[in-house]
């Protein structure tokens, strides 16, 4: 299966110290990139709708760690794999990438600084506790409870079975599902409140790459409700992840068609959704 025997949920405690010691040239590049974003918004070409700036949706960070098709492939199943077991073992990678990149940031989530569980677009999400109710937690609060599910979850023999005679549970899918949901969640929040520091420490193209390898598990097994991705939408169709627009980008080398396409695209629904974490 894969599990990582030597990840512990304490050892991000340990990335929180480097941020301490940015090197002052990346801080030049942050006032840059800052100051660039902000010009833009003040010439009105911004692209955001809700009036918060998008600094993910910059042309400078945009990159990412590998080239458009390659995470399709990278999340087909293969013939002769069990489709549970391919889940599990994609699951627990976005686990851990995820778990890294808020790590590194997570000193800077604080429940006076995240107040609230955001996402872009003013969303806001409320923490479902076991017995149902909903209840509204600060970011790292939301995301302590996110991650300790999650570690406990992938780590329960009955549900991520890693001994040959053991066998997934008839609900592993819709586990699965929760799992994902609630990383996206927590992706959502990076993008919308810590997309700074996260360009600060030159992570974005590894969180663009993880938002990206999630996006491409979620389009090819239908596990999160489409109403909750819509909130970053924008950057799926930024960073070419969305079905047919994928396509236009990686088979038309024609920019201005391939500009055009894009636009299409780009078609926003400004519903308003309630994903939290209910499963
Ligand atoms: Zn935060």
């Given at each position: 299966?894969g599990?990582?025997?030597?990840?512990?949920?304490d050892s991000l405690?340990?990335k929180?110290?480097?941020?301490d010691?940015?090197?002052d040239?990346?801080r030049?590049?942050?006032?840059?990139?800052?100051?660039?974003?902000r010009r833009k918004?003040k010439e009105?070409?911004?692209s955001s709708?809700?009036g918060?700036?998008k600094?993910y949706?910059?042309?400078?960070v945009?990159?990412?760690?590998l080239p458009?098709m390659?995470?399709?492939?990278?999340?087909d199943?293969p013939?002769g794999l069990?489709?549970?077991e391919?889940?599990?073992?994609h699951?627990m990678?976005?686990?851990?990438?995820?778990?890294?990149?808020?790590g590194?940031?997570?000193?800077?989530c604080?429940a006076?600084?995240c107040?609230?569980m955001?996402?872009?677009g003013q969303k806001?999400y409320?923490?479902?506790d076991e017995?149902?109710?909903?209840?509204k937690?600060a970011?790292?609060?939301?995301?302590?409870?996110?991650?300790?599910f999650?570690q406990?979850?992938?780590?329960?023999?009955?549900?991520f079975p890693t001994k040959y005679a053991?066998?997934?549970?008839?609900?592993?899918?819709?586990?699965v599902?929760?799992i994902?949901?609630?990383?996206?969640?927590v992706?959502a929040h990076?993008?919308?409140?810590h997309?700074?520091?996260?360009?600060m420490l030159?992570?974005?193209?590894h969180?663009n790459l993880?938002?990206a390898?999630l996006?491409?598990?979620?389009?090819?097994?239908?596990?999160?409700?489409?109403?909750?991705?819509?909130?970053?939408?924008?950057?799926?169709?930024?960073l070419?992840?969305?079905?047919?627009?994928?396509?236009?980008?990686?088979?038309?080398?024609d920019k201005?068609?391939?500009?055009e396409?894009?636009?299409?695209?780009?078609t926003?629904?400004?519903e308003?959704?309630?994903g939290?974490n209910?499963?």
């Open positions: 299966m599990k990582d025997p030597s990840f512990t949920f405690e340990n929180l110290a480097k941020l010691r940015l090197p040239y990346l030049d590049t942050v006032d840059w990139f800052i100051g660039k974003a918004e009105g070409t911004d709708s809700s918060d700036s600094l949706l910059e042309a400078t945009l990159e990412r760690k458009e390659d995470m399709r492939i990278l999340v199943l013939a069990d489709y549970n391919w889940l599990a073992s699951t990678a976005l686990f851990d990438h995820v778990n890294l990149v808020y590194t940031v997570s000193e800077f604080t006076s600084i107040p609230d955001t996402g872009p806001t409320l923490w479902f017995k149902g109710k909903k209840t937690v970011a790292p609060q939301y995301i302590d409870y996110v991650m300790t999650i406990k979850t992938i780590s329960d023999e009955n549900i053991n066998e997934f549970p008839s609900s592993f899918e819709s586990i599902r929760k994902v949901r609630l990383l996206f969640h992706v990076l993008y919308a409140a997309f700074k520091e996260v360009v030159g992570l974005h193209s969180l993880t938002f390898h996006t491409a598990l979620h389009h090819r097994f239908s596990l999160i409700d489409p109403k909750e991705t819509e909130i970053l939408k924008d950057l799926e169709v930024a070419h992840l969305s079905g047919e627009c994928a396509e236009a980008a990686a088979n038309n080398n201005l068609e391939d500009t396409k894009s636009d299409e695209c780009r926003q629904s400004t308003d959704t309630s939290d209910k499963s």
